[in-house]
């Protein structure tokens, strides 16, 4: 116990020396998937059959990044998937088929997502109420607010402006010919975060919420103003998302169900643990991979849509397994 | 007892019976309204028959929920497993009266397969709760999809007694309701085991230390659960005459169940609420349908306000806790 405290309170993700670097095992499941579908399918290896690959995960990956901050500190954010919906539509509607308009609406969605996030966390800390509950209230009231504001039936379009994040590859890249935007905002973002959670002390200050609570406040740690952080990045991070997913799904009411679960999966299939205190950027950016790999491998195989959800469901599981032994070998708790 | 404690006492009070006074507002509201639209049809005893008659199935749902939640565990499979329960009933049934026991009985052990699988996942396993039962609500989804369409079938006349059946003036499916609610609340009060449902939900550990065989404690918690879920399921088999594979997550049952045992008192860390506190959960959320309904509010802003007034009946006594919640 008092070693894995200790471990937790250097900088996770830092070089340790004297031995060799324990290797996150999503890695190479990753890197294993990558090569079963090559060999279902070598077109992948085509810059535009892995780029595609990429650009398709990128707003999963993006929203499991944001949604690890929440899970580290010990808590969850249902309301994820609600407010992609809400960013869609919202956008949607605000545009109103304006191309011109697009600079003001993205900088007011990052404000909705904001003020969504700011709630969250005032809403879990300050009335107590289970994350949970409140982020599943904060998914319900999202939810008939996006479908209020459309009538139920959002209409338009988005017009190429705005759709330029999600779908426009940008051309005559040397070696790889292209490189979607979509992509881009992924690396920006996710090295972004991963900087924040592993390079400063707000990283430190979530995990030793998410560890214990009680310990982190005696020691000083404003618990209330870094739980909101967490809410609010997990936002942020939703509206990226639904930026991305508006650009190449395009307008509709039920583009954001789902993908509070799948990006609370791909966190644990990278190893996150739930009730708080241990995960990793990189590693919940390599689950969501893993997880849309799984996807596109069972798609060339064939399998219909039924049988990804029993192996979503299987792989969710097994991946928790793994994750407890892991641990219990390891002598932790 | 002199005045201090009497302060000291009184905020636990008013927690004990703050589900009760979330209900009566609720029900104030609900009077206030009908008298002041002019609607005095809305208050008849046959009208609160109606109201109740329209929340059996997340009742029995939410009773079998306060079991998982009361031994620190959650069920988030409930949803799916209701669907299942009714496709599976019509499609042995099939319109054939004779096998309306065995459809029964398979999908109750159906029921109990799925909780014992959960609780074998929770226990045995160390899965934490959430995750296997997301996990198996995602198996049992995609099984019913890829047997979609070879299942048919619809419930014969008979077996719709249980949704519309009269007996004594009272609706059949509220007096089913009414004996599984006080089922539970004499196990939960009386037996050993409902007392043990409550140690472990408090703190597993010192259960354990105290002798008590924590494992099967979570396991028949599960079964429970499930079990409740497959009953609902059976009602609403029989209320719509053939079940449906989108009939449990179209209700949400699963979100709503957590949402009616939370506003009912019982805390979701464990060990602390009662059958009682999710009777009066269940009543407050079919009440606001009402209120919505009478006040005539628009579908989409009902679900706006819903969503906030959950938070909202929550927060009433998280707030006052001085407990860190995540």
Same mark, same amino acid.
């Given at each position: 116990?008092?070693?894995?405290?200790? /471990?937790?309170?250097? %900088?996770?993700?830092?070089?340790?020396?004297?031995?060799?670097?324990?290797? !996150?095992?999503?890695?190479?499941v990753?890197a294993?998937?990558?090569?079963?579908?090559?060999?279902?399918?070598?077109?992948?290896?085509?810059?535009?059959?892995?780029?595609?690959?990429?650009?398709?995960?990128?707003?999963l990956?993006?929203?499991a990044?944001?949604?690890?901050?929440v899970?580290?500190?010990?808590?969850?954010?249902?309301?994820?998937g609600?407010?992609?919906?809400?960013?869609?539509?919202?956008?949607s509607?605000?545009?109103n !088929?304006?191309?011109?308009?697009?600079?003001?609406?993205i900088?007011?969605?990052?404000?909705?997502?904001?003020a969504?996030g700011?709630v969250?966390?005032?809403?879990?800390?300050f009335?107590?109420?289970?994350?949970?509950?409140?982020?599943?209230?904060?998914?319900?009231?999202?939810?008939?607010a996006?479908?209020? =504001?459309?009538?139920g039936?959002?209409?338009?379009?988005?017009p190429?402006? #705005?759709r330029?994040?999600?779908?426009?590859n940008?051309?005559?890249?040397?070696?790889?010919? #292209?490189?979607p935007? %979509?992509?881009?905002?992924?690396l920006?973002?996710g090295?972004?975060?991963? =900087?924040?959670?592993?390079r400063?002390n707000?990283?430190?200050?979530?995990?030793?919420i998410?560890d214990?609570?009680?310990?982190?406040?005696?020691?000083?740690?404003p618990?209330?103003?870094v739980?909101?952080?967490?809410?609010?990045?997990?936002?942020?991070?939703?509206?990226?998302?639904?930026i991305?997913l508006?650009?190449?799904?395009?307008? /509709?009411?039920?583009?954001?169900?789902?993908?509070?679960?799948?990006?609370?999966?791909a966190?644990?299939?990278?190893?996150a643990?739930?009730?708080?205190?241990?995960?990793?950027?990189p590693?919940?950016?390599a689950?969501?991979?893993?997880l849309?790999?799984?996807?596109?491998?069972l798609?060339?195989?064939?399998?219909?849509?039924?049988?990804?959800?029993?192996?979503?469901g299987?792989?969710?599981?097994?991946?928790?397994?793994?994750?407890?032994?892991?641990?219990n070998?390891?002598?932790?708790? | 007892?002199?005045?201090?404690?009497?302060?000291?006492?009184?905020?636990?009070?008013?927690?004990?019976?703050?589900?009760a006074?979330l209900?009566?507002?609720?029900?104030l509201i609900?009077?206030?309204?009908?008298?002041?639209?002019?609607?005095?049809?809305?208050?008849?005893?046959?009208?609160?028959?109606s109201?109740?008659?329209?929340?059996?199935?997340?009742?029995?749902t939410?009773?079998?929920?306060?079991?998982?939640?009361?031994?620190?565990?959650?069920?988030?499979?409930?949803?799916?497993?209701?669907?299942?329960?009714?496709?599976?009933?019509?499609?042995?049934?099939?319109? $054939?009266p004779?096998m309306?026991?065995?459809a029964?009985?398979?999908?109750?052990?159906?029921g109990?397969?799925?909780?014992t699988? !959960?609780?074998?996942?929770?226990?045995?396993?160390?899965v934490n709760?959430?995750? %296997?039962?997301l996990?198996m609500?995602?198996?049992?989804?995609?099984?019913l999809?890829?047997?979609?369409?070879? #299942?048919?079938?619809?419930?014969?006349?008979a077996?719709q007694?249980?949704?519309?059946?009269?007996?004594?003036?009272?609706?059949f499916?509220?007096?089913?309701?009414?004996?599984?609610?006080?089922g539970?609340?004499v196990?939960?009060? #009386?037996?050993?085991?409902?007392?043990?449902v409550?140690?472990v939900?408090g703190?597993?550990?010192?259960?354990?230390?105290?002798?008590?065989?924590? $494992?099967?404690?979570?396991?028949?918690?599960?079964?429970?659960?499930?079990?409740?879920?497959s009953?609902?399921?059976?009602?609403l088999?029989s209320?719509?005459?053939?079940?449906?594979?989108?009939?449990?997550?179209?209700?949400?049952? $699963?979100?709503?169940?957590?949402?009616?045992?939370?506003?009912?008192?019982?805390?979701?860390?464990?060990?602390?609420?009662?059958?009682?506190?999710?009777?009066?959960?269940?009543?407050?959320f079919?009440?606001? $349908?009402?209120i919505?309904?009478?006040?005539g509010?628009?579908?989409?802003?009902?679900?706006?306000?819903?969503?906030?007034?959950?938070?909202a009946?929550?927060?009433?006594? %998280?707030?006052?806790?001085k407990?860190?919640?995540?």
């Amino acid at each position: 116990m008092s070693q894995q405290t200790v /471990s937790s309170t250097e %900088a996770p993700g830092a070089p340790r020396s004297g031995r060799l670097p324990k290797i !996150n095992p999503v890695f190479f499941v990753l890197a294993a998937l990558l090569v079963a579908i090559t060999l279902s399918n070598p077109n992948f290896v085509e810059p535009t059959g892995y780029m595609n690959f990429l650009k398709r995960a990128a707003p999963l990956a993006i929203l499991a990044a944001g949604q690890i901050y929440v899970i580290v500190s010990g808590g969850f954010d249902l309301s994820v998937g609600s407010l992609i919906t809400l960013t869609v539509v919202g956008s949607s509607m605000l545009l109103n !088929n304006n191309a011109d308009a697009t600079w003001w609406v993205i900088p007011a969605m990052y404000a909705a997502g904001l003020a969504v996030g700011i709630v969250n966390g005032l809403v879990v800390s300050f009335l107590r109420v289970p994350s949970l509950i409140a982020t599943l209230g904060m998914m319900i009231t999202l939810n008939g607010a996006a479908f209020m =504001w459309s009538s139920g039936s959002p209409r338009g379009y988005l017009p190429e402006t #705005f759709r330029f994040f999600g779908r426009v590859n940008i051309q005559g890249i040397p070696l790889i010919q #292209f490189i979607p935007v %979509a992509l881009l905002v992924l690396l920006a973002f996710g090295s972004c975060l991963f =900087w924040l959670m592993h390079r400063t002390n707000l990283g430190r200050m979530l995990h030793a919420i998410g560890d214990n609570p009680r310990a982190a406040q005696m020691s000083g740690v404003p618990l209330e103003r870094v739980r909101i952080t967490a809410f609010v990045v997990s936002s942020l991070s939703a509206v990226t998302a639904g930026i991305l997913l508006g650009g190449f799904a395009g307008v /509709s009411t039920d583009v954001g169900v789902g993908y509070e679960l799948q990006a609370i999966t791909a966190c644990v299939i990278g190893g996150a643990q739930l009730l708080g205190g241990r995960g990793s950027v990189p590693a919940s950016i390599a689950g969501a991979l893993t997880l849309t790999a799984i996807f596109t491998l069972l798609n060339f195989i064939g399998l219909p849509k039924p049988v990804r959800d029993v192996v979503q469901g299987v792989i969710l599981i097994v991946a928790v397994v793994l994750a407890t032994y892991r641990r219990n070998r390891a002598g932790g708790t | 007892m002199n005045a201090a404690t009497l302060i000291k006492r009184l905020p636990s009070r008013i927690e004990r019976y703050s589900p009760a006074l979330l209900l009566a507002a609720a029900l104030l509201i609900y009077i206030a309204i009908a008298l002041s639209l002019g609607l005095t049809r809305f208050l008849t005893p046959e009208a609160a028959i109606s109201i109740l008659n329209r929340s059996i199935a997340l009742g029995m749902t939410a009773v079998g929920q306060t079991f998982a939640i009361l031994v620190g565990s959650i069920d988030l499979s409930v949803a799916h497993l209701i669907s299942a329960s009714a496709v599976v009933s019509s499609a042995i049934m099939n319109g $054939d009266p004779a096998m309306m026991v065995p459809a029964v009985l398979v999908v109750l052990l159906m029921g109990a397969l799925v909780g014992t699988l !959960n609780g074998l996942m929770i226990t045995r396993l160390e899965v934490n709760p959430l995750i %296997a039962t997301l996990g198996m609500a995602l198996v049992i989804q995609g099984c019913l999809a890829s047997f979609h369409g070879k #299942f048919g079938g619809s419930v014969p006349d008979a077996f719709q007694f249980f949704a519309y059946g009269v007996v004594l003036g009272l609706p059949f499916s509220l007096m089913v309701l009414t004996l599984v609610v006080v089922g539970a609340w004499v196990v939960l009060r #009386f037996t050993r085991f409902g007392s043990n449902v409550y140690s472990v939900g408090g703190n597993r550990d010192t259960a354990r230390a105290a002798g008590i065989k924590t $494992d099967r404690v979570v396991i028949a918690s599960h079964i429970l659960c499930s079990l409740c879920a497959s009953l609902a399921g059976l009602y609403l088999a029989s209320r719509l005459k053939s079940g449906s594979p989108w009939i449990g997550t179209e209700g949400a049952y $699963d979100l709503e169940s957590i949402a009616v045992v939370v506003i009912g008192g019982t805390i979701l860390s464990g060990g602390k609420g009662g059958i009682w506190g999710t009777v009066a959960g269940v009543i407050i959320f079919s009440l606001i $349908d009402s209120i919505f309904n009478l006040a005539g509010v628009d579908a989409f802003a009902k679900q706006v306000m819903r969503g906030i007034i959950i938070v909202a009946a929550v927060a009433f006594y %998280a707030v006052r806790s001085k407990r860190i919640v995540a």
